[in-house]
């Protein structure tokens, strides 16, 4: 009756016959084709094809109007026109082979001889006749006065511990000087 006396009379409640367990129904399992089955709607409708049409203003690049024609169904699309210039599509190009296959003979280069001193020249950094013709060479007086008014140069490098801030005190030094 009362939960008490299903605890107390747990020994006496298994024996009688009253609750021995009763087969199952076997159930009988049927299937419903994919249409009735579903409940997302009108299934014929969601099946049908539509045909999208998207236009896009032209570019200064591209002038004039730009469509781009798709045909889309529930599980497939189609590309039916686009216009060219429209990004994403590019203009096949017919391209016309006037060699007939034959492949152009290679053009052999082999590295110029170089004498030392054009080399040592390389090794500096400056390279040789970079599209000026030489200047013609000053005279000793003319690059002594160059020289002396260029940029002041850092009287002497110091190996000082990293983190210091001396070499930036000589460069102060050097400029005030």
Known sequence: MGLFDRLFNSGAGAASPKNKPE?????ET????ADASSTLGDVNFMRRSNTIRHTFP?????????ELVE???SMEAELKKVTPGLGGVEPKELEVNLTGGVPKPVKKTFAKPM????????KKGSA?????????????????????SAQPQISQ?????????DPFK??????NA
Do not use: C, H, W, Y
């Open 71 to 73: 045909e889309v169904a």
């Open 58 to 66: 032209g570019t200064a690049s591209s002038p004039g109007n730009k």
């Open 128 to 148: 040789v006749a970079v599209n000026a013709p030489g200047a013609a060479a000053a005279p000793a007086a003319r690059k002594k006065e160059a020289e002396a």
């Open 170 to 175: 000589q460069m102060v030094k050097d400029l």
């Open 23 to 27: 087969p199952k129904k076997v159930a």
């Open 115 to 122: 004498s030392a001193a054009e080399l040592e020249q390389r």
């Open 157 to 165: 490098l110091n190996t000082a511990k990293p983190g210091s801030i």
């Open 30 to 33: 049927f299937f419903l084709d």
